[in-house]
């Protein structure tokens, strides 16, 4: 029987450090959170309740309606490999 890994803990402040508060990575997320709130205005919350916004050629920075579509949580995860 193999022997239980004990799991580091997660450096949370690492990861933004390194990772998320690079500029790059600033915008992309400043343009999720445009499409998020364009949306919601365009559908309403309740519609958006417990679902995400898919961008359908997978650039956050492209926020035209056309390629944006409302989605679960699961298959959104699922088609972007998270």
Known sequence: MAACKKKKKRNYRKEYDNYQSKPKQRKRNDCRKKSKRDMTKELGKTKLK???????????????????????VKANRKRNGK
Do not use: A, E, F, Y
């Open 50 to 72: 417990g679902k995400d916004i898919d961008h359908k050629d997978r650039n956050p920075c492209n926020t035209s309606r056309k390629n944006l579509r409302v989605s679960t």
